[in-house]
């Protein structure tokens, strides 16, 4: 330490209110290549799709949230003690977290007109406790206050370089504070001093949750995927600037210790890195699991391994790597709306390729592509063409089909909307351009209300909406049944997700999603159009029709279809596309 203070009873008295964090924002879950986040005070999923792996009794939905805290810097507390009991501290607006009662934290307090690096005092505080620290009047101080959010004491560096570890480090600094008054003029001054701390490391939460079967977890293990994920080093107490080692630190073990250790419907485990480098294929392996629920105990044995692609860390960052296990979807639950003329859309039809995709033990039920309860769909399917939309927004719908022939008006448009923003799905495969609902839909979602023909053809693209639990349509063909549909033109592209253009014509799309919500939109009435006569994949199907192509167990597949050049078999998606948005509609409802 420098020289010793001079006491006469002047104090800084410090006031630890707490860890001070930033509002926080959600994103719009519905949204898939473009980020329109929601704001609330809550978290903020990240933009990247939850993927939903399925076995056993449980589907195990893997998802990534970031928590933001007020900035990626120290905080720096403005004070300016012009006379005794007059401090004027001027604090940042947020959301303040209280430091636990019985956390130690050190103050470092230094004197500014000195070039030395070693303070004038080292004092350890108590969370919950008021702080007097000796000072000396008309001295110019710079104070630091750190901690490691726990009951022990961080420790007085000599170097004034703090280590890190896997604990949670708080730290703040504080612009030069002159002290009013002068040696000896018998006046006792208290100096009072508000801190709030930051976080400087960012923070990786693994989190394992029931809650959501609903069920208690009784019994857990797991492991990290890899000991070298996380990385230490220093913190300058003075400058706040951190320092990270080379290399990333070998762990002694990878199993994870949850929390709580007891019974609990959500565990948790809690890794703290400097923010340096992003991790890649961050990596959680559950060995075996069993929860407690109504209907007795729930487990599995056999490991499973969670992936998360990139966790891009940043100072004062915070990410919940999440799997939360939820029973296996009951379709009774999902309700399905289908209008339009027979057989182009969901009924029970001998040429219906959605309603036999959907009875299909090969793709629902306990053993199917996506394993579901029973293949006991909720559907209500009405084949007229006008005014069957009455109930869209009462009858407690999932999912909405608007097939052939149909002709929306701008009210039944704006329930639509509504439906939409309520997180409903909404596949609208008319092909009946014209109509005042549908130009009102795609004025909306797409920005045009222009059109044309197109041929039999459309070629796919790489969005990743095409890619499910039915098969990779990426860069495939879906084909346009008797080449009677339409295509849009001059589209607005900052709103939508293209799925397919015209094979001819790569500005004129044949289908997109909305990339605000799950809006679908296909140009071809007959998109879903099937015969059970050709479900032999490699072989010629469709003679110009039926392109929603199903195998003689109802699993749908990508074959060939119409031959536009003789001995060249075109291979189209339309039930895979189908089948993809409808599993992905039925998982995101649990």
């Not at 905080?75 to 009991?85: C, D, I, Q, W, Y």
């Not at 795609?442 to 098969?471: E, H, R």
């Not at 749908?556 to 536009?564: E, L, V």
């Amino acid at each position: 330490m420098q020289n010793e203070i001079i006491d006469d009873g002047t104090r800084l008295v410090l006031t630890i209110e707490g860890i001070e964090d930033e509002g926080q924002a959600t994103i719009d879950k519905d949204a898939s290549t473009s980020v329109h986040p929601h704001f609330s005070k809550q978290t903020m999923a990240l933009a990247d799709e939850a993927s939903v792996e399925s076995f056993g009794e449980f589907n195990a939905v893997t998802s990534l949230q970031q928590d933001f805290y007020s900035n990626n810097q120290s905080e720096l507390t403005k004070v300016s003690a012009v006379r005794p009991g007059n401090l004027n501290n001027v604090a940042k607006q947020a959301a303040v977290t209280a430091l636990t009662t019985g956390v130690k934290y050190r103050v470092l307090v230094y004197d500014n007109s000195s070039s030395s690096t070693v303070p004038v005092s080292s004092t350890l505080g108590t969370a919950g406790t008021a702080l007097n620290i000796p000072v000396e009047k008309g001295k110019n101080y710079y104070w630091v206050v750190y901690s490691f959010n726990d009951d022990t004491d961080p420790g007085t560096p000599s170097d004034g370089l703090l280590p890190t570890d896997q604990r949670d480090l708080l730290h703040a600094v504080g612009i030069p504070i002159t002290i009013p008054g002068t040696v000896g003029d018998g006046q006792e001054i208290k100096v009072p001093l508000k801190i709030r701390l930051r976080h400087k490391l960012s923070r990786i939460k693994v989190e394992v949750t029931a809650a959501n079967y609903p069920g208690i977890i009784t019994a857990i293990s797991a492991n990290l995927g890899a000991n070298n994920y996380f990385r230490a080093g220093t913190l300058d107490l003075k400058t706040g600037g951190l320092t990270a080692n080379s290399t990333n630190t070998v762990m002694p073990s990878t199993a994870i210790t949850f929390n709580p250790v007891t019974n609990n419907a959500v565990k948790t485990a809690t890794y703290y890195t400097m923010p340096v480098t992003s991790l890649a294929n961050f990596q959680v392996r559950i060995n075996s699991m069993t929860i407690s629920t109504t209907g007795g105990p729930k487990s599995f044995s056999t490991a499973r391994t969670f992936t998360w692609p990139m966790i891009a860390n940043s100072e004062s960052s915070s990410y919940t790597a999440r799997v939360d296990f939820k029973p296996l979807p009951n379709p009774v639950n999902f309700k399905i709306l289908s209008v339009g003329s027979a057989p182009y859309a969901i009924m029970d039809h001998p040429y219906s390729g959605i309603y036999h995709a959907l009875k299909s033990a090969s793709n629902f039920g306990p053993t199917g592509i996506i394993p579901t309860l029973n293949t006991d769909w909720a559907l209500t399917s009405r084949p007229g063409v006008a005014g069957e939309l009455t109930d869209l927004n009462t009858g407690s719908y999932k999912l909405l089909y608007v097939g052939y022939a149909y002709i929306l008006t701008t009210a039944e448009a704006t329930a639509i909307t509504t439906f939409l923003n309520n997180g409903g799905t909404v596949i609208y495969a008319v092909e009946n351009p014209g109509s005042a609902g549908e130009a009102s839909l795609l004025s909306t979602y797409a920005g045009t209300t222009s059109y044309t023909s197109w041929g039999l053809l459309a070629n796919t693209t790489t969005n990743a909406v095409l890619n499910g639990k039915f098969g990779d349509a990426r860069s495939k063909q879906v084909g346009n049944d008797a080449g009677a549909g339409f295509v849009i033109t001059s589209p607005n592209l900052s709103l939508i997700d293209v799925l397919a253009t015209n094979s001819t014509n790569a500005a004129q799309v044949a289908m997109f999603k909305s990339k605000t919500r799950k809006f679908y939109w296909v140009g071809d009435g007959g998109f879903d159009v099937y015969n059970s006569s050709y479900n032999v994949p490699g072989s010629a199907n469709g003679a110009n029709s039926f392109p929603f192509l199903l195998t003689s167990t109802g699993a749908p597949y990508i074959g060939a279809w119409y031959t536009p050049t003789p001995g060249t078999p075109t291979s189209v998606a339309n039930s895979t596309v189908l089948m993809n948005i409808i599993g992905q509609a039925l998982l995101d409802a649990q």
